[in-house]
C-alpha cells in the first residue's frame, strides 16, 4: 500500500478564480489522475489557504469553513482512496476552535493543517495554546505547512525564491520556536508532522542542542542567552517525536531527515498537486533511501496509516 500524505485541493469557488488563467493544479481531478497514474492507493488532501493573507478575520473564518466542508464532501464522495484535513488559524480563537471541533467530529476529517506563520504570528504564541489542547484532546495529527512567504518576504520576489528558500525558512523556525519554547514539553503526546522534511530543521538541529548544553553550562555571558530554558530535555529529543514528510526531491537530504527522526517518524509526500509533474519523482526518492522492505512499508503507508487512525 501506498498513501501520499502531501497533496493541496482547494474548493471550486478558489480554483476558479481569474487569477489561475484556468490553470490551477490544486483541483480533484489533478489528484485522481496523479494518483491513478502513480499507482498511489490512498492520497490526504489538505487546503494551505494561502489566500487568506488578504482576507479579513471574518472572511477568513468563512473561507475556511468552506473548504472544511468541501475537504469532507471530498473525503464522502471518495470514501477510502482520498481522505481529508480540516484547516483553521491557530491563533483565531473560540470561532476556529470550534470550527476545527465540527470537522473533526461532525464531518469526520482525519487532521488539521495550520501554517507556520500568519501574519508575523507563529505558532508558539500564547494564543495558539487552546489550539494544541483541542489538537491533544481530539488526538488528530497535525500538519505545519509555510504559508506563502514568512520572513524576509522584501528580498524573495523573483525567481520564485519565497517558495523554494522562504517557505523551508518559516517551518524551521516555526519547529524551532514549538520546541525552544516549551510548546512540546507541555504537551507530548501531540503529533505533528512537519512537511518538507520540517524545512531543514534536520540540519540544524545540532546547533539547537549545542546551544542548550552551553547555556546549560553557563557559558554565554549576554543576558538575553541566559535566561532559563523553557525545556527539560535537548532538542533533538523533541524533534525525533515529530513526524517529518518526504517532500524535497533530493536524496542526500532526505536521508539526513530520516536518520534523525528515525524511519517511524518519516511519512511519504509529494507536494503533488500542486507540483503534479514531479509525483512519480517523489515516489522514486523513497525507493532510493537505505531502507529495507519492513521500514519502506512504514514509510510508505504504515506511518501514515497510524496517524490517520485508519488501523
Not at 491513478?36 to 478575520?57: F, K
Request: contains cysteine; charged residues 25%; negative net charge.
Amino acid at each position: 500500500m501506498i498513501i501520499d500524505w502531501h497533496t493541496h485541493l482547494i474548493p471550486p469557488v478558489e480554483s476558479g478564480k481569474p487569477a489561475w488563467n484556468g490553470r490551477c493544479q490544486m483541483v480533484i481531478e489533478n489528484i485522481l489522475g496523479a494518483q491513478e497514474q502513480a499507482g498511489i492507493d490512498i492520497t490526504v488532501a489538505s487546503n494551505t489557504t494561502h489566500y487568506l493573507q488578504r482576507r479579513s478575520p471574518p472572511d477568513a473564518l468563512e473561507a475556511l469553513q468552506q473548504s472544511n466542508r468541501y475537504l469532507a464532501e471530498v473525503q464522502d464522495r471518495y470514501n477510502g482512496k482520498v481522505f481529508g484535513l480540516a484547516s483553521i488559524l491557530p491563533g483565531g480563537g473560540d470561532k476556529h476552535l470550534r470550527e476545527l471541533e465540527r470537522a473533526i467530529t461532525e464531518d469526520g476529517l482525519k487532521g488539521v493543517l495550520v501554517t507556520s506563520s500568519f501574519k508575523g504570528v507563529y505558532l508558539d504564541d500564547p494564543e495558539a495554546r487552546p489550539f494544541f489542547e483541542l489538537a491533544t484532546k481530539l488526538d488528530v495529527p497535525v500538519m505545519i505547512h509555510p504559508p506563502t512567504v514568512g520572513f524576509g518576504e522584501e528580498r524573495m520576489r523573483e525567481f520564485r525564491l519565497a517558495s523554494s528558500v522562504g517557505r523551508p525558512f518559516d517551518s524551521c523556525l516555526a519547529l524551532s520556536r514549538l520546541i525552544l519554547y516549551g510548546v512540546l514539553e507541555a504537551f507530548p503526546t501531540l503529533k505533528i508532522v512537519a512537511t518538507h522534511l520540517g524545512g531543514g530543521i534536520s540540519e540544524v538541529i545540532g546547533r539547537l542542542d549545542y546551544n542548550y548544553a552551553l547555556q546549560s553550562e553557563g557559558f554565554y555571558a549576554r543576558a538575553e542567552d541566559t535566561a532559563p530554558m523553557l525545556i527539560k530535555r535537548r532538542p533533538s529529543e523533541y524533534l525525533r517525536n515529530i513526524y517529518l514528510d518526504s517532500v524535497c526531491y533530493h536524496l542526500p537530504a532526505a536521508k539526513c531527515a530520516l536518520e534523525t527522526v528515525g524511519v517511524d517518524h518519516f511519512v511519504f509526500g509529494t507536494d503533488a498537486p500542486p507540483l503534479t509533474p514531479l509525483k512519480q519523482q517523489g515516489l522514486h526518492l523513497i525507493y532510493q533511501l537505505p531502507l529495507n522492505d519492513a521500514e519502506r512499508a512504514k514509510v510508505l503507508a504504515g506511518n501514515a496509516r497510524k496517524l490517520l487512525k485508519l488501523d
